[in-house]
């Protein structure tokens, strides 16, 4: 009789992997199509490189405003590839990094972790795929105040990395370390 249960409690958590992969690959390939979608908009209706000539852009809010910026690098312009060698050993850093956060998504059996690291893999993509068509990653977004520019200009991308990042960081840190308490001990405890 209990190892019908646990056969049945093994079948529930696979099926559960199994929904968390559908459910993150879907949300990485949409956070990956907005990404690109946003980039092509800025670009090309928007015109925001012809805009971005005399150093204005495209000014939405008082803190808020589209800028044309080419990040050759990563995170805050971290690991600049200047060259053609350059270029590749990054997308491939960043390919790697990648698979391993698919690799991670595809064996998580909490929900709202797949989520974030969809999120992650999603942005992840649609910066290297920029690196790869352009050498560059498309950036845009500008969160300013007054003439603090507190934070780097960014892309849609970037703030589903982001984003991702501190929901695995909140977690991992608003954890108490306890595990959950079965059926048994809720009762005895």
């Given at each position: ?10 079948g ?15 949300i ?22 012809e805009?971005?000539l ?19 690098g990563?995170?805050?312009?971290f ?6 060698v350059?270029?590749?050993l990054?997308?491939?850093l ?8 698919l690799?991670?998504?595809?064996r ?19 910066n ?27 892309n ?6 982001t ?9 991992a ?17």
């Amino acid at each position: 009789m209990a190892e019908a249960g646990l056969t049945r409690k093994t079948g529930r958590a696979r099926d559960e992997v199994r929904r968390n992969r559908a459910v993150g690959l879907a949300i990485a390939i949409l956070v990956l199509a907005a990404d690109q979608l946003s980039k092509w908009a800025v670009l090309n209706p928007l015109r925001l490189v012809e805009r971005s000539l005399g150093g204005e852009g495209i000014v939405l809010l008082p803190f808020f405003r589209f800028i044309y910026v080419e990040n050759p690098g990563i995170s805050m312009r971290f690991l600049p590839a200047d060259g053609h060698v350059a270029r590749w050993l990054l997308v491939a850093l960043t390919g790697a990094i990648a698979a391993f956060v698919l690799a991670w998504m595809w064996r998580e059996k909490r929900r709202d972790d797949a989520i974030a690291l969809a999120l992650i893999l999603g942005g992840a993509l649609g910066n290297i795929l920029d690196r790869v068509r352009l050498g560059f990653v498309v950036d845009f977004a500008d969160l300013h105040v007054g003439d603090l520019h507190p934070f780097l200009v960014f892309n849609l991308g970037d703030a589903a990395i982001t984003v991702g990042v501190l929901v695995l960081l909140a977690r991992a840190l608003l954890r108490d370390g306890r595990k959950p308490r079965g059926p048994a001990e809720a009762t005895n405890g």
